[in-house]
């Protein structure tokens, strides 16, 4: 981080259900466009995060058909390559956030399409033999973070944490102001938090 011409290394770890990582999602991908930074995308589980945790019955519930996406997009990882992460994730965050379809068959095999990969990659929503891989790639991405926390994590240039947590995406220099201002924190070896409570509401426009 000593160089401001250096491009800088950002790792996201998602669950496609989670809203507040798809926002941070499509926020990097517009601080791709206005600085010299490169994205890997990685999964995270909620539902393995959660599963040992006293949680509300309600978001447990939320939670049930986790594993669904998360190892349809493990199979593509290993069938067709890594580069299939964002567009499958995009397609199914669409879907998911946006049009506010049920996760399920239909969901997934449309969001295959959208993503021109094969539709029969749906089977693997019910392949638990994905698990493991997911799990291993959710610790690499958690574990350094610490406990507390959730999705998005991103590692800058290998600092870890959980967040920026947003209800609306920047765009444009914006997108690349709110960059630079994390970045600059994630530089200094001392800083671990900045909070405040959420007073407005999730908007995907």
Not at 62 to 70: A, E, P, T
Not at 182 to 200: D, M, N, V
Request: with cysteine; proline share 5%.
């Amino acid at each position: 981080m000593d160089s401001a011409s250096q491009t800088d290394q950002v790792d996201f770890w998602f669950d496609p259900k989670c809203p507040f990582a798809w926002l941070t999602s499509r926020w990097i991908l517009e601080v791709e466009k206005v600085r010299d930074v490169k994205v890997k995308w990685h999964l995270m589980s909620l539902i393995y995060l959660n599963q040992d945790k006293d949680i509300d019955p309600d978001y447990r519930a939320m939670l049930s058909d986790g594993w669904l996406c998360l190892r349809v997009l493990q199979a593509a990882r290993e069938l067709h390559g890594a580069e299939t992460t964002l567009p499958l994730y995009t397609a199914l965050g669409e879907r998911i956030h946006l049009r506010q379809e049920p996760i399920g068959r239909t969901l997934i095999e449309g969001a295959l399409a959208d993503a021109s990969l094969p539709t029969d990659l749906v089977a693997a929503m019910d392949d638990s033999s994905y698990d493991a891989a997911i799990i291993e790639s959710h610790h690499r991405g958690m574990d350094p973070v610490g406990e507390d926390v959730g999705t998005p994590t991103i590692h800058v240039n290998g600092v870890a944490f959980f967040g920026p947590v947003i209800t609306k995406a920047p765009r444009g220099e914006v997108a690349g102001q709110m960059w630079d201002g994390a970045k600059l924190l994630a530089g200094y070896p001392y800083f671990f938090e900045l909070k405040r409570s959420r007073t407005a509401a999730l908007d995907f426009s």
